[in-house]
């Protein structure tokens, strides 16, 4: 069987459908061989590769309730972010404990953007708990992370789904999740300083994730569809459901691709 390698991209909330796509993919017996993300598409895919069940991540999003969201985002001094992501690293580490991304037992990558260089790198060795943080680190949200000696944000700033980097690790079946959010489904309301910057990034990261899917040419796109019921960082279930359906509607053209 050709090896399967999933491309998991950045989207925030929407990344618990990622779990979904995992857990259709699971239950169909194919194997994944390597697993690439960006920002919470590196937080799934990164515990997913360490071994961490499903359903243990599942319950680690669901338990992110207010109290522990304000947890995670308490803020810093000086102010470089609104969270040093202690809390988050934290709960991480007790997961996966010292795990080394070139010890785990599926290949795989954190991209994260170099803030000096503005170039996406790829971060295949190393501190899993490290790689996951630092490519998660929202501007403004987060405080970046010093890794591998560099200083690193969200890897979604740049390289939001990193078809390219699961192809580096071997893969030659490619499956492209991307649960961005198509800036049309942005309902602006009242027009803000802040709607408009979040309008803004939506634009610029879809943008860059379908030009990253027209060059580089996936065999598989899942796409999943959340209609209006959007998930949550409290409310994992219809996200995860979403992606399972997603990933349910591909499974026929992954299946003949794998022979």
């Known amino acids: 069987m050709k090896r399967v390698g999933l491309a998991l991209s950045a989207g925030g909330a929407r990344g618990i459908a990622h779990v979904g796509v995992l857990q259709a993919l699971l239950e169909a017996g194919i194997p994944v061989g390597a ?83 503005g170039q996406a790198v790829a971060l295949r060795r190393g501190d899993l708990v490290d790689a996951i943080r630092a ?37 030659e079946v490619v499956v492209a999740v991307d649960v961005l959010l198509p800036p049309e489904e942005k309902r602006l309301g009242r027009v803000t300083v802040f709607s408009v910057l979040f309008q803004m990034a939506t634009i610029f990261q879809k943008r860059i994730a379908d030009l990253e899917i027209a060059l580089l040419r996936p065999e598989v796109v899942i796409r999943p569809r959340f209609g209006d019921r959007a998930p949550t960082y409290t409310s994992a279930g219809e996200g995860r459901a979403a992606g399972y359906r997603a990933a349910q509607e591909a499974l026929p053209g992954l299946q003949a691709l794998l022979g």
């Open 135 to 171: 490519s998660i680190s929202v501007p403004g949200l987060f405080v970046p992370v010093e890794v591998e000696g560099r200083t690193a944000i969200d890897g979604g700033v740049v390289h939001p789904l990193p078809v390219d980097v699961a192809r580096a690790l071997g893969a």
């Open 35 to 117: 697993v690439a993300g960006t920002s919470v598409g590196a937080y799934v895919g990164g515990l997913f590769a360490a071994g961490v069940p499903l359903d243990e991540i599942t319950q680690l999003w669901e338990e992110a309730g207010l109290w522990q969201t304000a947890r995670f985002l308490l803020p810093t001094v000086p102010w470089r972010g609104w969270s040093t992501g202690e809390e988050l690293r934290r709960r991480l580490r007790g997961m996966v404990g010292e795990r080394r991304i070139e010890d785990l037992p599926i290949p795989f990558a954190a991209v994260v953007t170099d803030l000096h260089s």
